[in-house]
């Protein structure tokens, strides 16, 4: 949160605007895509640079997608948000600071990439995990954050989920095994980058359940330590982005914001995406990261396992829900 806190600060002192022909625009996203937005905002300045001649710099906040979504609610003044999940803008926009159909504004539900979750586990992956059920296994440390305030865990807890109702099994069922499956996770962090380090800094953990990009940064920070395994199956996650329209009408920096969204769509932002293991919306561009970024058996999806995000948003994980009833902190 020391970036949020610092980008609060600073919004305070010079707000979001133009400063002569330079204009920055702040984006507010989550956890994992610190590095992905980093490489971005580097290439969309000297995009933005030859197009239009004028100097662009994007500043990124990065926590648990849930709590972005609130600070943006609670003053935080995003440009753009770009978080793990639509009900986290869906939120914002029910505060009225964008428009209630921005999912329609760009291609692909607004989301210019997808991504799914798979297992990091120790090298030579000595508890064997291979599938969804291993997970269950009494001994298992599992490692995941909370869906409570992280986009990527509610990810986790559908793809777990729908392992058991896309292969015929009774919600009753499905409750009793995502039941079982926190049962094996001894700690619950915020945010999917948080998960990370405690399982490859902190060594917790026989199973990190992991956006595939964190996956691949897992392996690069712990190189020979750990392994990516692709369960047969998981679920298709689709990170949206938005233009915060209030805060942009009233910084007007508009025409810049949503060049950056339209930008995330070109080629040269494709490349930058595939590369940081996220995949890419373009699919000859996705295609040529299928050594990294290889096909699942099957992707189910949000509607597969819970009909709208509103739907999953309410049954699961608010107050009340499934998540709250058989969660039980040890």
């Given at each position: 949160?020391?970036?949020?806190?610092a980008i609060l600060m600073w919004a305070a002192l010079t707000g979001c605007g133009k400063a002569g022909d330079a204009v920055t625009i702040t984006n507010v996203s989550y956890d994992?895509?610190?590095?992905?937005?980093?490489?971005?905002?580097?290439?969309?300045?000297?995009?933005?640079?030859?197009?239009?001649?004028?100097?662009?710099?994007?500043?990124?906040?990065?926590?648990?997608?849930?709590?972005?979504?609130?600070?943006?609610?609670?003053?935080?003044?995003?440009?753009?948000?770009?978080?793990?999940?639509?009900?986290?803008?869906?939120?914002?926009?029910?505060?009225?600071?964008?428009?209630?159909?921005?999912?329609?504004?760009?291609?692909?539900?607004?989301?210019?990439?997808?991504?799914?979750?798979?297992?990091?586990?120790?090298?030579?992956?000595?508890?064997?995990?291979?599938?969804?059920?291993?997970?269950?296994?009494?001994?298992?440390?599992?490692?995941?954050?909370?869906?409570?305030?992280?986009?990527?865990?509610?990810?986790?807890?559908?793809?777990?989920?729908?392992?058991?109702?896309?292969?015929?099994?009774?919600?009753?069922?499905?409750?009793?095994?995502?039941?079982?499956?926190?049962?094996?996770?001894?700690?619950?962090?915020?945010?999917?980058?948080?998960?990370?380090?405690?399982?490859?800094?902190?060594?917790?953990?026989?199973?990190?359940?992991?956006?595939?990009?964190?996956?691949?940064?897992?392996?690069?920070?712990?190189?020979?330590?750990?392994?990516?395994?692709?369960?047969?199956?998981?679920?298709?996650?689709?990170?949206?982005?938005?233009?915060?329209?209030?805060?942009?009408?009233?910084?007007?920096?508009?025409?810049?914001?949503?060049?950056?969204?339209?930008?995330?769509?070109?080629?040269?932002?494709?490349?930058?995406?595939?590369?940081?293991?996220?995949?890419?919306?373009?699919?000859?561009?996705?295609?040529?990261?299928?050594?990294?970024?290889?096909?699942?058996?099957?992707?189910?999806?949000?509607?597969?396992?819970?009909?709208?995000?509103?739907?999953?948003?309410?049954?699961?994980?608010?107050?009340?829900?499934?998540?709250?009833?058989?969660?039980?902190?040890?």
């Amino acid at each position: 949160m020391r970036t949020l806190t610092a980008i609060l600060m600073w919004a305070a002192l010079t707000g979001c605007g133009k400063a002569g022909d330079a204009v920055t625009i702040t984006n507010v996203s989550y956890d994992p895509t610190r590095e992905l937005y980093r490489d971005l905002g580097v290439k969309f300045s000297a995009y933005y640079q030859a197009k239009a001649g004028r100097s662009v710099t994007l500043q990124n906040s990065h926590a648990g997608s849930g709590a972005q979504a609130r600070a943006v609610i609670g003053g935080l003044k995003a440009d753009v948000v770009t978080l793990a999940l639509a009900p986290d803008i869906d939120a914002i926009a029910e505060r009225g600071l964008l428009k209630p159909d921005w999912q329609k504004a760009f291609p692909n539900n607004s989301s210019p990439y997808t991504s799914t979750i798979v297992f990091v586990v120790r090298a030579g992956n000595p508890k064997g995990i291979k599938d969804w059920d291993d997970l269950v296994k009494p001994g298992v440390s599992v490692i995941t954050p909370n869906p409570k305030t992280s986009g990527g865990a509610r990810w986790n807890f559908l793809a777990a989920w729908g392992f058991i109702t896309q292969n015929g099994g009774t919600e009753a069922q499905a409750q009793d095994f995502v039941k079982k499956l926190f049962a094996n996770v001894p700690v619950l962090d915020t945010g999917a980058r948080g998960s990370t380090t405690t399982f490859v800094q902190k060594k917790i953990g026989d199973v990190f359940i992991s956006w595939e990009n964190e996956a691949h940064l897992s392996l690069k920070e712990a190189a020979g330590q750990v392994q990516i395994v692709y369960p047969p199956a998981s679920i298709l996650a689709e990170p949206p982005v938005a233009v915060v329209d209030k805060n942009v009408d009233q910084a007007g920096t508009r025409a810049v914001a949503e060049e950056f969204i339209r930008f995330l769509y070109t080629d040269e932002a494709q490349e930058v995406i595939g590369a940081w293991h996220y995949r890419p919306s373009n699919p000859a561009i996705l295609a040529k990261f299928g050594a990294t970024l290889p096909p699942f058996k099957k992707l189910f999806t949000i509607a597969d396992v819970a009909g709208t995000w509103k739907d999953a948003q309410k049954k699961y994980f608010g107050d009340g829900g499934v998540f709250d009833k058989i969660y039980e902190p040890q």
